[in-house]
């Protein structure tokens, strides 16, 4: 959906798509594509949509896993050749791949995230010198969620024990924040774009819209939060501290105990 809005705006002419998941009969309530082309290639597809109403876009399908170890050195190139970087992934490990591979070629990127059941989603904007995915995660999870009186659902283990955390986002509550994801984006491509500005850090780094009023997590639906992330000098991920991604689950796990 992301990609969508984005192929439209006249200011993209090129696109580079990075994909490896098969569309399965269970994607075709949330996408674009018809069922018809259940069990082929997602990035196939999305290449596909885009050419069929934009002729004059160039658009690369690339059949790959962001984690896949083989494949970061040819990563890492179209991270370097790209003017900013668009995540949309629903798994943690994809998305601090992701924000390697930016921070590696010194690239801004947006990440859109829509928390289980549809309830809200977050929009985050990074900037080279700016805080990494690892620095706002661990800030957004200590600062704003406050100590209710029931604890709230876990949005982030989809696997729980409570109901509402397996239940997955319609379309509608995709298109809203895929939206405002690609808002976001476009602002951060003119802001990449022009050579006479100076690139700074964002007025804000995340925000975060309710869609639906939810007890102990949104007090009232159709409301946005703004959060300004400070770079973390202790981050595991990209603080002086940091340590080789090789050694990293072990450092968190050690952090965590």
Not at 12 to 25: A, G, H, I
Not at 88 to 99: H, L
Not at 180 to 209: F, G, K, N, Q, Y
């Amino acid at each position: 959906v992301v990609l969508d809005h984005l192929a439209r705006d006249r200011g993209v002419d090129r696109v580079t798509l990075v994909e490896f998941d098969t569309y399965k009969p269970h994607n075709v309530y949330r996408h674009l594509f018809p069922a018809s082309a259940v069990g082929r290639l997602k990035a196939d597809l999305a290449a596909e949509w885009v050419r069929g109403f934009r002729t004059d876009i160039e658009v690369e399908a690339v059949a790959a896993d962001a984690t896949d170890p083989a494949r970061q050195g040819e990563l890492a190139d179209l991270a370097a050749a790209c003017d900013v970087g668009v995540c949309a992934v629903d798994n943690e490990p994809a998305k601090y791949a992701f924000d390697a591979l930016m921070r590696g070629a010194g690239k801004p990127w947006t990440l859109g995230e829509v928390l289980s059941g549809g309830i809200g989603g977050w929009v985050h904007r990074f900037v080279p010198g700016g805080p990494c995915y690892g620095c706002v995660a661990s800030y957004l999870q200590r600062s704003v969620a406050e100590e209710p009186a029931a604890p709230p659902p876990d949005y982030s283990n989809p696997g729980g024990p409570i109901a509402e955390t397996t239940v997955p986002a319609n379309k509608a509550s995709i298109g809203v924040i895929a939206s405002l994801h690609a808002v976001a984006t476009l602002e951060v491509l003119a802001t990449a774009r022009d050579t006479e500005r100076s690139p700074s850090e964002p007025p804000h780094t995340s925000v975060l819209m309710s869609l639906a009023r939810v007890p102990g997590v949104f007090d009232e639906a159709f409301r946005s939060y703004r959060f300004r992330v400070p770079r973390a000098p202790g981050c595991l991920v990209c603080g002086s501290a940091s340590v080789p991604p090789g050694d990293l689950d072990v450092a968190l796990g050690e952090a965590l105990d």
